[in-house]
């Protein structure tokens, strides 16, 4: 009886095995490249693909920007009742048209209040003191110096009080503002 050993049939396999993966290999590489070509598929995507995914990313982007500038606006709520803190939230009542803000605190350089009038409205903002400017920024610069702004767009308008005072700003600066929006 002949017994064979297992270290007998290594060497053989040891030269088979890798020839016949790798004549395996190139079989399937070029069968799988004749189906592709045999299909008509491309190796570019579709134009309606690349302007989807441009309209999804779009959207996407939105949409964040939108979830950030609800994050703010919901900073400057909470913010529009202390008087040191800023931006601010103002917010008019339905039958007032004059907000009145009185012993407000500017900590930094400049203090941003935050409005959504209609259009057609106008904005006068008046402060107590010569020593801060008052500028709308945002959805166009205007100088409230000018006299009143008049509202084109229903947009977020952003009212910036900036220190323009000779001497070094004090730590805490206050000030009363008044703000008339007339329809």
Do not use: W
């Not at 040891?14 to 790798?22: A, K, M």
């Amino acid at each position: 009886m002949t017994v064979i050993t297992l270290k007998k049939l290594m060497p053989a396999r040891r030269y088979l095995f890798p020839l016949s993966c790798r004549i395996s290999t190139l079989s399937i590489a070029t069968v799988s490249l004749l189906v592709l070509s045999a299909c008509g598929h491309d190796a570019h995507p579709n134009e309606a693909q690349d302007s989807a995914t441009t309209t999804e990313q779009s959207v996407a982007e939105q949409n964040i920007k939108e979830i950030e500038e609800n994050i703010r606006n919901s900073y400057a709520r909470l913010a529009a009742k202390h008087s040191d803190i800023c931006p601010k939230l103002l917010q008019k009542n339905v039958d007032d048209e004059t907000i009145v803000r009185t012993a407000e605190i500017m900590v930094y350089d400049y203090c941003e209040y935050y409005l959504y009038p209609d259009v057609g409205q106008s904005i006068d903002v008046d402060i107590n003191t010569d020593k801060i400017e008052t500028m709308l920024v945002v959805p166009s610069v205007y100088n409230f110096a000018n006299g009143p702004y008049e509202v084109t767009s229903y947009d977020k308008h952003i009212i910036r009080l900036n220190y323009i005072g000779v001497k070094y700003k004090p730590k805490r600066l206050e000030y009363d503002l008044t703000m008339v929006i007339k329809d």
